[in-house]
């Protein structure tokens, strides 16, 4: 019986020092995580309008897919918004942005992060495929295998993408934007 006590409290122990040792490694990189995130937004941001020189958050949406919508400046002139959206993609979450102009049209679109398949659905990272969205409005149908091509292999990845951009140029709609 002491046996069986004895190795309950080594393991209590034990449990007790990873516990502590991972709490202190968390909260030592925390800021530098929340740096590298708020980074990874800004240069988002900047890949999708990048003749902005500030980006102000103007709107975060309580429904849908739509995370915040920030505003596109170059000194104190108004150029667009950018929507940060997180669309449902094959291997999990999909987090985007899409640039768009005071007339309502796609300037681009960036993926921050993904996890979809390497080879098939992450292909939805390239620039050349992103580019189909260029010019885009809400009137437009954007329809994968219609309006937009499909990455072969990766339908869910493109049709997740493509509800993206048209979740973030309906949200701008309502928001009279």
Do not use: H
Request: net charge positive.
């Amino acid at each position: 019986m002491k046996y069986y006590i004895k190795l309950a409290v080594n393991l209590m122990i034990v449990c007790a020092v990873a516990a502590a040792a991972l709490s202190l490694t968390y909260s030592l990189t925390k800021k530098a995580i929340a740096e590298q995130a708020k980074q990874r937004q800004i240069d988002a941001n900047k890949a999708v309008m990048p003749e902005a020189t500030g980006f102000a958050s103007i709107k975060k949406p309580k429904t849908g897919n739509v995370a915040t919508i920030y505003e596109a400046k170059k000194d104190d002139a108004k150029l667009g918004y950018v929507v940060l959206v997180n669309a449902r993609g094959y291997g999990g979450t999909i987090e985007m942005v899409v640039g768009v102009d005071l007339a309502g049209k796609v300037t681009n679109i960036s993926i921050i992060s993904q996890r979809e398949t390497p080879g098939l659905g992450d292909g939805i990272v390239a620039p050349k495929w992103n580019l189909q969205f260029k010019g885009k409005t809400v009137d437009d149908k954007l329809e994968v295998n219609k309006d937009i091509d499909s990455l072969t292999g990766a339908t869910i990845s493109s049709k997740a993408v493509t509800a993206g951009v048209k979740e973030a140029l309906k949200e701008l709609q309502q928001a009279g934007k």
